[in-house]
């Protein structure tokens, strides 16, 4: 090769290195190519160890023992070095001082067993035996060590080792916890052995991040009094958390358990992070106190997971969380409302004897749950109303899983009132798109006045002349819009085509419709709201009749009823109205809007008919007889299906149906038998109207009611349709 060809290939060559590096540097993570470079490490000796222990390094405004990037071998075979370590570094934590010393295990690899719970100093519980060194703020840690335990009401922590040392009368051995006085380092720290910090107390922070422990871990019956942090660690086999009390935030955000993973009757005294760690196998958390939020966001339990007896004061945060095997939630107490949004739940959810307050409540929106392939159990009739959703759309067919699932349990309650909240969602969307800003053709003046600028208005304006928006995500894609306001005005505004006004009525009438029914019988899911109702139209229509036919006149010939036959009406009536009402207050969501509906049914017709009845006299013969027919060949419980209130003009029928007599007393049963054979077609006695000199008035009343009872009949049935469990399988099951 010629020598001024040289130059330029070594100049090529350079600069080919230097983009590599870039794009090595720039485009590449740095943990990707920084972890393939290995740590270079020093052996630790004891020469070594004690020039360090001499020379503390200066951390955060703290001494620590810098043991850092260090391989320090703690096995048998190594036997005189470990005792050695144990000792030289235990006699300096332990010294007396204004600061304790830390230790820095950052990056080193520990090979052999740790037992860190020997570095600690070994001193009782009790007040008056805690050893001088601690400083007031160090013994008031210990002391809220005691006061954690005594206040404490779970049997877990009462029965363990420190908490039942409390309640001997003499000090002794297992009296006595490790205390470890200064902060523990062990970020990127590889530990080979076990790792064993049992019954110890860390008056400081932990700071663990990216530690791998190969080997089992036993923390059980630990005090941690500062924050704790094992975010992204790998525990490669089992990890023993258990009856430990986190005093502080503790972080194990994305952190790996590999194996069984046991916190069984810890105490989180403040906020847990799990936030997207991974349990390979068995996780328990059974018996834990979490007084801060729990947050298991994006956890992925690839095994059982057990939270039976746990006490969550706080929130539940379980957004999009994956459950591939069962997950126990028996017997918990729940304080507030539980973020399950998202979330999938591939197999058994069980909630049974679950304990829910008034503010606590399942988020289930966008959950993924196939009703064929997992169970959600929970206690008959009380499992059903602690599930929520806050938008119909996206969670159709999550409430409909989930209806799907009680009603294969046979858990009919909880089944409709799924069924009920889903209508309530329903219900509002419909309210929305009819008295909502429908942004497709809402006039700028009206975007401006529902908080968008000028600017704004006029991009919306723009789009929705090329293609209407049918979903409020396509605001975010104006330039314009910026996240804020889309925050703020999206939810108040309507994203479909707009509606014509025949479109428009339709969808009134279903809403109306749907209304009533919500109202009058939780949309067929409750008998006792229906049964309240009916009650109700009873005693009143009851009432109503035994007045148009009682009271007629008082000139020139009184006709009006006696005294003993008004005090008895009425008091028949309170009583009626009384169980009537009391079956609607215990059972509607919103009994003073259902006794409005049902006022608006039943009042206003009948109130203006009685008005101009009153208004306009009567004066018509066979006037001092009832209005009123009985059936007299026969006196017994019937169900008339077919009957109309007004008797046919055949003679043969007249001579059948005899008038009612007002000379007895207990003449006023009979209008509630009218009143009932009307609404539910079921008396005692075929009572009808006469077919010779009747008012129109009267017999429009009648029908009236007639008329409404057709439809109450109707969903009567239905709503007994809804809730048998045999007949509801029979219909819905397929």
């Not at 959810?349 to 929970?378: E, M, W, Y």
């Amino acid at each position: 090769m010629p020598n001024s060809q040289r130059p330029i290939r070594n100049i090529f060559l350079t600069s080919l290195l230097i983009s590599l590096y870039a794009f090595l540097v720039l485009f590449i993570p740095v943990p990707v190519w920084a972890a393939s470079t290995q740590l270079e490490r020093t052996t630790l000796t004891l020469e070594l160890l004690q020039e360090r222990l001499h020379n503390p390094a200066l951390r955060e405004g703290n001494l620590t023992v810098d043991l850092r990037q260090m391989v320090i071998d703690l096995r048998p075979e190594n036997a005189n070095f470990r005792d050695a370590f144990y000792q030289l570094l235990r006699k300096e934590l332990q010294k007396t001082g204004a600061k304790p010393l830390g230790l820095d295990l950052s990056y080193s690899l520990i090979q052999g067993d740790f037992i860190g719970s020997d570095l600690g100093l070994r001193t009782p519980l009790y007040a008056q035996a805690i050893a001088p060194i601690f400083t007031p703020t160090e013994q008031a840690q210990l002391e809220q060590l005691r006061l954690a335990c005594l206040q404490s009401l779970t049997v877990t922590l009462i029965n363990s080792k420190d908490c039942r040392s409390l309640l001997d009368t003499q000090s002794s051995a297992s009296s006595e916890v490790a205390v470890f006085r200064g902060a523990l380092t062990l970020e990127q720290t590889r530990f080979n052995g076990e790792v064993k910090f049992n019954n110890t107390f860390f008056l400081q922070s932990i700071d663990a991040k990216n530690a791998i422990f190969l080997q089992p871990i036993n923390w059980s019956e630990t005090r941690f009094s500062r924050p704790v942090n094992f975010a992204n660690c790998s525990f490669r086999q089992a990890s023993n958390f258990r009856g430990s009390v986190f005093f502080d935030k503790a972080s194990f955000k994305q952190t790996q358990f590999q194996e069984t993973t046991d916190f069984y009757g810890s105490l989180f005294a403040k906020n847990a992070n799990f936030n997207q760690a991974l349990f390979k196998q068995l996780a328990k958390f059974n018996h834990i106190q979490w007084q801060g939020n729990a947050n298991f966001s994006g956890v992925k339990f690839a095994n059982q997971v057990q939270f039976s007896k746990a006490n969550f004061n706080q929130s539940l945060l379980l957004k999009e969380a994956s459950f591939e095997q069962a997950t126990i939630f028996r017997e918990v107490f729940f304080n507030q409302p539980v973020d399950l949004q998202g979330a999938s739940i591939l197999n058994q959810a069980d909630f049974s004897d679950a304990l829910f307050s008034k503010t606590a409540f399942l988020n289930v929106s966008k959950l993924s749950f196939n009703s064929n392939q997992a169970k959600i159990l929970g206690n008959p009739g009380q499992i059903g109303k602690v599930f929520s959703v806050f938008r119909l759309q996206g969670n159709q067919n999550v409430l409909r899983n989930l209806v799907q699932n009680f009603r294969q349990q046979q858990q009919v309650t909880d089944a409709n009132q799924i069924e009920y909240t889903r209508q309530q969602l329903k219900l509002k969307e419909l309210t929305h798109d009819l008295f909502g800003i429908n942004i497709n053709n809402a006039p700028v003046t009206s975007l401006i006045k529902q908080g968008f600028s000028q600017t704004q208005a006029e991009a919306i304006a723009q789009y929705r002349i090329t293609q209407p928006f049918r979903n409020r995500n396509e605001l975010l894609t104006l330039a314009e819009i910026d996240l804020a306001t889309y925050n703020q005005l999206s939810d108040r505004l309507v994203f479909t085509e707009p509606l014509a006004i025949g479109g428009w009525l339709l969808e009134a009438w279903a809403c109306l419709a749907l209304s009533v029914l919500l109202l009058l019988s939780g949309y067929g899911t409750n008998f006792w709201l229906v049964f309240g109702v009916g009650g109700v139209a009873i005693a009143y229509f009851g009432v109503l009749f035994w007045l148009v036919d009682r009271y007629r006149r008082l000139h020139p010939v009184p006709i009006i009823p006696t005294y003993s036959e008004t005090v008895a009406i009425f008091i028949s009536f309170s009583c009626l109205t009384f169980l009537s009402l009391l079956a609607i207050f215990r059972n509607a969501a919103q009994p003073w809007l259902t006794l409005g509906c049902l006022a608006i049914i039943i009042v206003p017709i009948p109130l203006v008919l009685l008005i101009r009845l009153y208004k306009q006299g009567r004066y018509h013969d066979l006037m001092n007889v009832s209005y009123l027919t009985e059936d007299g060949t026969f006196r017994q419980l019937r169900l008339l299906i077919g009957r109309l209130p007004v008797i046919p003009r055949n003679q043969v029928f007249r001579e059948r149906y005899m008038s009612l007599l007002w000379d007895r007393r207990w003449n006023w049963l009979n209008y509630y038998d009218f009143s009932l054979n009307n609404l539910v077609r079921l008396g005692f006695n075929d009572i009808r109207l006469r077919d010779q000199h009747l008012p129109g008035i009267i017999s429009t009343l009648a029908w009236y009611q007639w008329s409404l009872g057709v439809l109450y009949i109707t969903l009567v049935l239905w709503t007994l349709s809804r809730t048998i469990p045999g007949l509801n399988l029979l219909i819905y099951l397929k």
